[in-house]
């Protein structure tokens, strides 16, 4: 079988890699326009569900967070360059509220969620000595496993595996 993936970007590069290595001919076409996602975008990884996302999302989120980590480990591996690197990150809240904790905690003890690492409420100005730039009032939550990648690397080393 052959595949053409038309686009790019970290989705289209994403492709042919996997296509590539199930030993698919694969070729991929790109406009090259100005202004790509992958370039522009600023590279927080956050696979985890939202309260208001649909029961099928919750499942492919599932499937993302254990399979991002792996995939930029493999590509590790292989020698390329992806920019991945797990950071931590916060959700804030001026209003003193939750920030979404329970929610968070209750994911983090779940298997399917186990690369969220520790979630921790953070009280009001807490927030602050991670982040100092944020109003001194701003609660919030911490998420240990969120990460953040550099998409025109990531997108390159997803090329660059798929056409060895």
């Known amino acids: 079988m052959d595949v053409i993936v ?13 296509l590539t290595k199930k030993g698919v001919s694969t070729a991929l076409v790109d406009a090259s326009h100005l202004g790509q996602a992958s370039a522009a975008g600023s590279g927080i990884v956050f696979p985890w569900p939202f309260p208001w996302d649909a029961p099928p999302v ?8 254990a399979h991002y980590p792996e995939l930029m480990a493999e590509l590790a591996e292989d020698g390329q360059v992806t920019g991945y690197e ?20 209750t994911l983090s003890e779940c298997p399917e969620f186990a690369t969220m690492g520790r979630v921790e409420r953070l009280a009001e100005g807490e927030p602050r000595r991670h982040f100092p730039l ?7 939550v911490r998420v240990e496993g969120m990460a953040r990648t550099d998409g025109r ?11 060895e």
């Open 6 to 18: 038309v686009g790019g970007g970290i989705v289209g590069a994403s492709a042919a890699f996997h």
């Open 58 to 65: 919750w499942d492919f989120k599932a499937r993302a967070a």
């Open 86 to 105: 797990v950071v931590g990150g916060m959700s804030v809240d001026r209003e003193g509220g939750d920030a979404g904790f329970e929610l968070l905690r």
């Open 134 to 140: 944020l109003p001194e009032p701003y609660a919030g």
């Open 153 to 163: 690397r990531a997108r390159s080393a997803l090329f660059n595996a798929a056409g």
